[in-house]
């Protein structure tokens, strides 16, 4: 606490201006007569303590009512009158000076707010009136802060002598407030009070308050030393006893050993199983000789059993408000997920007693997955644990090895429990698509039993051979692909697939979370360097192709890297990354995204596909040549694809007639069908009435209408059936300049997930057989060609 001292007695005749400037005070009052040390960091209080040092100026010292609102008038009415004394500035910017006070002021109303407040003030007129009662309340004061003085380690032997020899009643109350430890609303309470019997009243009682206080720590103190006085006291003698145990050969650390097992089991609260197989193990170590290789096992199991939480557990966060906040702020979009925890929480809620959720998230890399799962953790308050399965093949590893074994130890579900310190963690599968299996076990058999809820109320470790309760666990797995997990594991999980995340969704991420935690990580300021949104969008689409992340973020990374060594070798001034100048900093365009063409080609029709990265659009090209049935496929399809380019040969080549053309025209002809790029693997039937439609325009002469694309599984009856990833397809097809979509029509319920300014840019045609594509794609212009093909023939 700042020390307070009297200053001398020229406050009487000191004249105060009509209008003063205004000084707001936070936390402290300063009273007349006093020497009180300052700190102010706002420019405009320090040109105002300036001025005042170099003109000898006097300044109105007023305490503000709430320190955490910015508005400078917003003060007490009364305060001081004070004259700097001395002033020192520092180099952080901040002001520290001394201020004696002169006499007390009020405000009647502000004059000037800039460059700081002035106000018209007037002199606080005391009254005091010399009577036995004020000469009591004086003595009385006196005598109570004698006491305060003895007892209080703030405050110098030599407080009490100072206010001893004041004879005046009213700078003995302000030298007394303004040293004593009380709130300050009680300080600016005396400093208002104009009547000084009024104000040592008041005074007394806030004297007689900290004197209680005072005593009562006082009282704790001597407490606390005799008790820490009987426990060194205690100390000592067991020293003494060991060292007397030690001269006499007596010493027996092992008995020592097992009564601090005991005390833990005790401590531990096992559930009645697991207590007697730790009593059991306890009696076998007390039997056993140190010296012996058993001992070892018997202790290590002993210490495991004991450090498990049986029953500790970390209180959740029922504030489903809150919860929705840290998830938000942790992650952009991701709404599925986010909801079913928020749904959790409100179950649990309303029933306490309510198992762990199994959820599996699936998702490409870089999507956020592992992330999201701290994000969990932190937002329902528990701690969270990883592993990871990728590479596994030992079923040990979920199961521990029997103790049996040298070197045996619990299974990484139990290290991980330990290592929580909580019964009801986080508990995050990592990768548990790519769990191997070998002569060893298989992995994935054994989180059977892990991941079942109505099961691992009761896991059993091979190392423990004691049930142990893991209901109140959130497991939460991770996964890019489904397929490679078995389906009985797959059934006990709550699968919450994470698509990806569209150019926009990208762009809004890298502004809110990579380009400010890239910035921070390399040591630049935000004048430093400035990112254009149009830079944003052209990395994203030119120099990355990925559904997550973190492709994008290494980018951002490089050019930051870039930056700082340009700012380290003396470049001054804000750089700006712009979409012209990314060149300089990350190479050459590293993809090229395939664009719809105002002028459509024969035999060539663009489809929508999905991938890893997210959708993508593809040009189908078909060409024929003299020849006798060849039909072959390149551009490295897969099984499924080049089933659906035969079922799309054989319905043309059915319907030839129908569709004007010449019925055994593939005894001519071979026909070749191309998807580029050849470096790519393709595979799904979602190609099926695509590669269908470039075999009508090639055979037909006709080019499909411009912008237009599809996606679409077919059947050897003309019928159009459902695909997958209509929500990647479409943005596809919208960044790729498309402006009609043909799609089957059991797909229309799921243009739900499609974003709305998407759909408003888009034509949807929902179709339910081939025919239906071809009338759409061709627009009437099979007809005309059919027509043409008679003239010419009755020629």
Request: hydrophobic share 40%; aromatic share 6%; with cysteine.
């Amino acid at each position: 606490m700042a020390k307070h001292n009297i200053a001398g007695g020229r406050g009487h005749k000191a004249r105060i201006p009509a209008e003063l400037p205004v000084l707001p005070l936070k936390n402290i009052v300063v009273f007349p007569y006093i020497v009180a040390p300052l700190v102010i960091s706002q420019e405009e209080h320090a040109k105002l303590v300036d001025e005042a040092l170099v003109g000898g100026k006097i300044v109105g010292l007023f305490l503000q009512r709430d320190p955490k609102i910015e508005q400078k008038d917003d003060v007490y009415d009364v305060g001081t009158a004070g004259q700097i004394i001395k002033m020192l500035r520092f180099p952080d910017g901040s002001v520290r000076f001394l201020v004696q006070g002169v006499a007390r002021i009020k405000i009647k109303k502000f004059v000037r707010k800039k460059p700081y407040f002035i106000a018209k003030v007037e002199r606080v007129k005391e009254t005091s009136e010399s009577s036995i009662e004020l000469e009591a309340l004086v003595r009385n004061v006196l005598q109570q802060f004698g006491k305060v003085v003895d007892l209080a380690p703030y405050l110098q032997d030599e407080m009490q002598v100072s206010a001893m020899n004041i004879e005046e009643p009213s700078k003995l109350a302000d030298l007394i407030a303004s040293n004593l430890n009380m709130p300050v609303e009680q300080k600016q309470d005396i400093l208002g009070t104009a009547d000084v019997k009024e104000r040592l009243l008041k005074l007394t009682s806030y004297v007689n308050r900290e004197l209680n206080i005072l005593e009562l720590g006082s009282q704790i103190q001597r407490r606390a030393a005799s008790e820490m006085g009987r426990d060194q006291k205690e100390y000592f003698l067991r020293e003494q006893l060991k060292a007397i145990q030690k001269e006499l050969g007596e010493t027996d650390q092992r008995t020592e050993e097992i009564e601090e097992f005991r005390k833990k089991i005790t401590a531990a609260r096992m559930p009645a199983e697991a207590l007697e197989a730790a009593r059991k193990e306890m009696d076998r170590l007390s039997r056993i000789s140190p010296a012996a290789a058993e001992y070892t096992v018997a202790r290590t199991y002993l210490d495991c059993l004991v450090s498990l939480p049986w029953s500790k557990e970390t209180v959740d966060n029922l504030d489903i408000p809150t919860a929705k906040e840290v998830l938000d702020e942790d992650h952009y979009d991701l709404e599925k997920v986010k909801e079913r925890i928020l749904e959790y929480l409100a179950v649990r809620k309303l029933k306490s007693e309510m198992k762990g959720p199994i959820l599996c998230f699936v998702g490409p890399p870089g999507v956020g997955k592992t992330s999201l799962g701290r994000s969990i953790a932190r937002a329902l308050g528990r701690k969270f644990i990883r592993i990871s399965l990728g590479g596994m093949r030992d079923e040990a590893e979920i199961r521990g090895h029997r103790r049996t074994y040298v070197g045996s130890l619990p299974g990484r579900i139990v290290q991980g429990i330990r290592r929580a310190g909580s019964k009801n963690p986080i508990f995050m599968l990592d990768e548990i698509d790519k769990i191997g299996q070998d002569f060893r076990g298989d992995p994935a058999a054994a989180l059977l039993e892990v991941l079942d809820p109505e099961q691992n109320n009761s896991f059993s470790d091979h190392y423990l051979e004691v049930p142990f309760d893991l209901s109140r666990v959130m497991f939460i797995t991770t996964a890019n692909i489904l397929d490679p997990i078995p389906s009985v594991l797959r059934d006990r999980m709550e699968v919450i697939e994470l698509p990806g995340y569209t150019d926009e969704e990208k762009l809004h991420i890298a502004k809110k979370y990579l380009v400010p935690r890239e910035r921070e990580e390399h040591g630049l300021r935000k004048d430093q360097i400035q990112f254009q949104d149009e830079a944003l969008r052209e990395i994203i689409s030119r120099y990355t192709i990925e559904a997550g992340l973190r492709n994008l973020d290494r980018e951002i990374a490089t050019i930051y890297r870039k930056v700082a060594k340009r700012v380290t070798e003396g470049e001054q001034g804000s750089i700006t990354i712009v979409a012209d100048n990314l060149i300089d900093y990350l190479g050459p365009v590293k993809f090229f995204r395939e664009m719809a063409t105002d002028e459509p080609k024969v035999g060539v029709v663009p489809s929508l596909a999905w991938t890893q990265a997210g959708g993508v659009i593809m040009f189908v090209e078909a060409t024929k040549m003299p020849g006798r049935k060849g039909f072959t496929l390149t551009g490295q399809l897969g099984s499924v694809m080049k089933e659906s380019a035969q079922a799309a040969l054989s319905y043309v080549r059915a319907s030839a007639k129908k569709l004007n053309i010449e019925e055994n025209f593939f005894n001519k002809l071979d026909i070749h069908v191309h998807v580029p790029a050849g470096a790519i693997p393709k595979d799904g039937p979602s190609a099926g009435i695509t590669i269908a439609t470039a075999l009508v325009s090639l055979l037909t002469d006709t080019p499909v209408k411009p912008r237009l694309s599809m996606t679409g599984e077919i059947t050897l009856r003309g019928e159009v059936l459902p695909i997958g990833g209509v929500k990647q397809k479409t943005l596809a097809a919208h960044r790729a300049g498309i402006e009609e979509v043909i799609m089957p029509k059991k797909n229309e319920k799921d243009l739900v997930e499609v974003p709305q300014e998407v759909k408003k840019k888009l034509k949807f045609v929902f179709v339910e057989t081939v025919d239906e594509v071809f009338r759409e794609a061709f627009r009437g212009a099979l007809t005309k060609a059919s027509k043409a093909k008679k003239v010419t023939k009755s020629k």
